[in-house]
């Protein structure tokens, strides 16, 4: 099934709940990195907490997840918007190291300290940055713990990555899933607490059950309660808005000493994006074509 998300509103507890399916882009990822398991792994659950993240918001904009380290994955950072685009990275994608399942099933990525920051665009040109230290060194427990620090509002927060099989083979990135429970300003607390108790028993052997029939199925299973209305649904994919042009823009952005310094010590310019890992090559000749249009723009 393609991978979606889904907003769902629980009517009578006035509870929020956003359910996102996040397999095949967190297997592009991999794939654009070429990434060993334990960065393809943190990178599936950044992508998920991104997707969640970004349908929180209340108007068409982005928002940035960044999670900083000191373990030997140094960090990751996911690129979301509330159409369901999304792209990621980790900054070590060769990471194959994992502890034991529990407590310390991170550690050996992450190290033993870091923070976990969000950037929200508020539009009209402002930002607000929010960030907690990393305590439970697993993203779903330090997500929660940032929206109690940050936001002062209680949310439950649950991210799973299951293997299954591709083609006959192992897939570590079998089945990505993350969901947000959040009590809206009159919400029940005590509906929010049961549901988030039974959801934290239940998440993942419901996701493995149920994932593959979509992530609207897979809502109902999880939350299967009369009340449940859902709000909006949209697809996600892992889309990188990179481009020549961009790169050409930036160039510019230095201006013309520098490119006339580019220019006779290198001949040409080159630019890689974190995201999606694209080479560009900027010529010697578009170099003087961008130095000719910025002398006749500045005549």
């Known amino acids: 099934m393609a991978d979606e998300l889904v907003s769902g509103l629980l009517k009578e507890a006035d509870l929020r709940v956003v359910l996102v399916t996040a397999s095949e882009l967190a297997r592009r990822a991999r794939e654009l990195h070429r990434s060993a398991t334990a960065s393809a792994s943190l990178v599936a659950e950044g992508l998920a907490a991104g997707a969640l993240l970004a349908a929180l918001q209340k108007s068409d904009s982005r928002i940035n997840l960044q999670l900083e380290c000191d373990g030997p994955l140094r960090g990751l950072f996911v690129d979301s918007d509330t159409t369901g685009v999304l792209r990621g990275y980790a900054k070590n994608p060769l990471v194959s190291h994992l502890g034991a399942e529990g407590t310390y099933h991170w550690r050996p990525a992450l190290g033993n300290k870091g923070f976990l920051s969000v950037l929200r665009d508020l539009g009209g040109g402002e930002y607000y940055r929010s960030a907690v230290e990393l305590e439970a060194f697993d993203l779903a427990k330090d997500l929660e713990h940032y929206f109690a620090i940050s936001d002062q509002l209680p949310t439950r927060v649950y ?15 079998g089945t990505v899933a993350g969901l947000f429970l959040q009590p809206l300003p009159d919400g029940d607390q005590t509906a929010f607490r049961e549901l988030g108790d039974r959801l934290a028993r239940d998440f993942e052997p419901t996701v493995k059950a149920h994932a593959a029939q979509g992530a609207g199925a897979l809502l109902k299973a999880l939350v299967p309660l009369p009340d449940l209305e859902v709000m909006s649904r949209y697809p996600v994919s892992f889309t990188c808005g990179c481009s020549k042009e961009r790169v050409k823009r930036a160039l510019v952005s230095m201006g013309s000493e520098e490119l006339k310094d580019i220019l006779a010590k290198e001949g040409e310019a080159t630019a890689d994006c974190h995201f999606c890992t694209t080479h560009y090559v900027v010529t010697g000749d578009e170099i003087r074509e961008l130095l000719a249009a910025m002398s006749q723009a500045s005549s």
């Open 159 to 173: 991210l799973t990555v299951l293997p299954g099989v591709a083609n006959g083979a192992p897939e570590p990135l």
